[in-house]
């Protein structure tokens, strides 16, 4: 058996980087944590953990981190991730996307790092003509989110072209849920995600659920959305991060979702099944930025890593959510 190297994990901190760090963990890979904890504090990443507080735009830091602890391979979930800000504010998406991951990636290739899982999303793709969507379709971005993360995803093509390591590109699709032992969930300081408000508003930690737009051209007017629970998503980056060890000449474009489609609406409805009773919508305008559906195909996922979805389910994905949400509520985290 080959020896497990540290994992340098970028964004640790954060929703999706924490539950990653239990994944490897669990699965026997010894791990690193770089956060600059724009987002996150800290807390969710285990004690014996090493945990680095600082930017992987701080080039020396990076060099030094990637040397002293031995990285042997790269989880990048570091940076800016909401669709709306990133319209308001393209600037700040370039600059913690796309320029600091070249400068990460510049470190990585100079330590000769050999592998590299990249955060991508469905937001490359747009607003696709064509449902559910395949890795080769177009990639043309309609916010400044999806384009600085398909810059990144074309850094990585050009870069591993010519030098020494293979990169996964997961493309996500809407990730939500929490991690069913409670270990994790998201504690962002900026949430505008709408399962997380929605539990909150079942909670009431707000009064209602705001609807951004029921005009849309889809089954029931609002927004469809391919939702995968996070310990899925965690999984899946164990099984790529595998994977490219196992072919070290691939790379791996790959979708992760369910490929399922479900609309605000439905969300929602599942969402007055968990907690039995109704919890109040207000239905407002569209959010600039978002386009009408997203459906991953996760026939390459499926096909390519050792992976199978174990958390499937709306009413699983709130449900965890919402134990989460009550863990927060209680005051166990601060
Ligand atoms: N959404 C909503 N109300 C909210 C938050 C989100 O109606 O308070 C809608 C949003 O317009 C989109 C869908 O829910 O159609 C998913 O949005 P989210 O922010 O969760 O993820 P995104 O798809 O933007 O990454």
Redesign the pocket.
Known sequence: MTTKLPVLITGGGGYIGSHAVLALLDAGWPVVVLDDESNSTGVLVPRDVPYIKGSIADRPLVASLLRDHGIGAILHFAGS????ESVTDPLKYYRNNTAATLILLEEAVAAGIPHIVFSS???IYGAPDRLPIEEGDPKLPINPYGVSKWMTEQMLADAARVHDFNYAALRYF?V?GADPDLRAGQIGKTS???????TEAALGKRPH?????TD?PTPDG????DYIHVSDLAAAHVAALEKLIERPHENLLLNCGYGKGLS?TQ?LDALDVVVQRKVPRVI?P??P???PQ?VASNRALVETLDWTPAHADIHQIISDALAWERKLADGILT
């Not at 991730?81 to 709306?84: D, G, I, K, R, Y």
Request: with cysteine.
């Open positions: 991730m909401l669709v709306a999303t469905a937001a809407n939500a505008t995600h709408i399962v997380k408000i929605a659920v705001d609807v951004f737009g849309y609002s927004c469809v959305r605000v969300v407002g569209r959010r930025g978002d386009p997203l």
